[in-house]
C-alpha cells in the first residue's frame, strides 16, 4: 500500500489553530476593557442606589428633627436616623474613594472617551454626596435649636407638676427647682457635645471629599492638556504638510517654466 502526503494538510490545520490563537490573543484586551467598565458600572449604579436611600433617610429625619411639639417628641428615632445616616454618608465617601482608585488604576487602558465618561461620573457623584453632607449639617443646626427650645419648657412643666405636691414647703420647692436646673444645664451640654462630635466628623468627610475633588479636576485638567497638544500636533503637521505642498507646487511651476523658457527661447 503506498502512503499518502499529508504535509499539506497538517500544515494547513497548523496555520487555522494559529489563526484561532491569534484571534483569542487580540481579544482578550478588548475583553478585559468591556470587563472592567461592566465592574464600574455596577459599582456606580450601587453607589447611586445608597445615595437615593441615604437621601430619603435624610429627608425623614428633617421632619422629625422640626418637631417642636414636647409630646410629639421621637427622640430616641431621631438619634437612632441620625447615626444611621452619619455611617452612610461617611460608607458612600470611602466608595467613592475605593472607584475613583479603580479607575485611576486602569487609566493607562481606558480611551479617551471612556476615561472621560468615568471622571464626570465620579465628580457627579461626589456633589452629590457633598449636597447631601451640607444637608445633613443644616439639619443638625435646627435640630440643635429645636432641642434647646423644647428643654426648658419641659422641665417648667416638670418644675410645675412637682410643685403642686410641695407648695407648703418653699425649702423644697427651692431644692426642686436647683435641681431642674442643674438638669437642664446637663442636657443642654449633651446636645452640644453630641452635635460637635457629629459635625467634626462631617468637617472630616467635607475635607476628604474636598481632596478627592481636587485630585479628580487635576485628572481632567491633566486629560484635557493631552487633548489640546494632540490638537496643536495636529494643526502642526497639517499646517507643515500644507506649507510642504506649497513649496511642491512653486517648485514644479519653476521646472515648468524652465521648460517652456528653454523650448521657446532658447
Not at 94 to 117: D, E
Not at 154 to 178: C, H, M, P, Y
Not at 228 to 242: C, D, K, N, T, V
Request: with cysteine; glycine share 2%.
Amino acid at each position: 500500500m503506498s502512503g499518502r502526503d499529508r504535509t499539506n494538510e497538517f500544515q494547513s490545520v497548523c496555520r487555522s489553530l494559529q489563526a484561532r490563537q491569534d484571534g483569542v490573543h487580540s481579544s482578550k484586551p478588548a475583553l478585559s476593557a468591556i470587563r472592567q467598565h461592566s465592574d464600574f458600572t455596577l459599582m456606580a449604579k450601587r453607589i447611586g442606589k445608597d445615595l437615593s436611600n441615604t437621601f430619603s433617610k435624610l429627608e425623614k429625619l428633617t421632619i422629625l428633627a422640626k418637631r417642636k411639639s414636647l409630646f410629639d417628641d421621637k427622640a430616641v428615632e431621631v438619634e437612632e436616623l441620625t447615626y444611621i445616616v452619619k455611617q452612610d454618608i461617611n460608607s458612600l465617601n470611602k466608595q467613592i474613594a475605593q472607584l475613583q482608585g479603580l479607575v485611576r488604576s486602569r487609566q493607562s487602558q481606558n480611551g479617551k472617551h471612556l476615561q472621560t465618561h468615568s471622571n464626570t461620573i465620579i465628580v457627579s457623584l461626589q456633589s452629590k454626596l457633598a449636597s447631601m453632607s451640607n444637608d445633613f449639617k443644616s439639619m443638625l443646626e435646627v435640630r440643635t435649636e429645636v432641642r434647646h427650645e423644647t428643654v426648658q419648657p419641659d422641665l417648667l412643666l416638670s418644675l410645675v407638676g412637682n410643685s403642686l405636691f410641695i407648695q407648703d414647703d418653699s425649702k423644697k420647692t427651692a431644692e426642686v427647682s436647683v435641681d431642674m436646673e442643674f438638669r437642664a444645664s446637663q442636657q443642654l451640654q449633651l446636645i452640644n457635645e453630641q452635635d460637635s462630635y457629629i459635625r467634626s466628623q462631617l468637617g472630616s468627610i467635607f475635607q476628604q471629599l474636598a481632596h478627592m475633588v481636587k485630585e479628580q479636576e487635576e485628572t481632567v485638567q491633566s486629560q484635557l492638556n493631552v487633548d489640546m497638544a494632540h490638537s496643536e500636533i495636529l494643526m502642526y503637521f497639517q499646517s507643515a504638510s500644507s506649507n510642504h505642498w506649497l513649496m511642491v507646487k512653486i517648485f514644479l511651476i519653476l521646472i515648468v517654466f524652465f521648460f517652456v523658457f528653454v523650448v521657446f527661447f532658447a
